[in-house]
């Protein structure tokens, strides 16, 4: 086969490709190039939309964050506590306060399971001293509450 005869074979095998990957249906070289041309206009718009809705997205997820407020679940059990703390923002330091806080209310932790990489998440269960029998719920989820503050208020300082 001569050379001339292999690139046009060559160029007729890339153009079926081109048609092929477009979706067109035309016959012609200069047909299946134009189709190929709006099929790039189409896929920049679409682009340019698909990055319009992931700012938007990133826009509410952020405001959702900077609104949001954790939240501290506790549920009493005799002689000591199950508690769930949820955040959608975390700090360094924020478990180890919200185990000082436990510690100050005389409770010990026997079982807790924590994430706090973006967010932060605690479930623990944890069990009364003596004088941890006279503690009741409000006054546990104060303290959490008032450990996630301090350790919000420390970091709105460095």
Do not use: W
Request: hydrophobic content about 35%; aromatic content about 4%.
């Amino acid at each position: 086969m001569s050379r001339e005869r292999k690139k046009a074979a060559a160029l007729h095998e890339k153009m079926q490709i081109l048609r092929s990957i477009t979706h067109s249906h035309a016959m012609s070289n200069t047909s299946i190039i134009m189709d190929a041309s709006e099929y790039i206009k189409e896929l920049k718009q679409k682009v340019v939309r698909l990055n319009q809705e992931i700012a938007r997205e990133e826009e509410a997820t952020h405001s959702h964050k900077e609104n949001s407020f954790p939240t501290v679940s506790v549920e009493s059990l005799g002689h000591g506590f199950v508690v769930n703390v949820s955040s959608d923002k975390s700090c360094p330091g924020l478990l180890v306060s919200v185990l000082e806080a436990f510690e100050e209310l005389g409770l010990t932790v026997l079982q807790a399971t924590a994430s706090s990489t973006d967010t932060f998440r605690l479930e623990a269960m944890g069990g009364g001293e003596s004088q941890a029998d006279n503690v009741d719920e409000d006054a546990v989820r104060g303290a959490v509450l008032q450990a996630m503050r301090n350790c919000g208020a420390d970091q709105g300082d460095q």
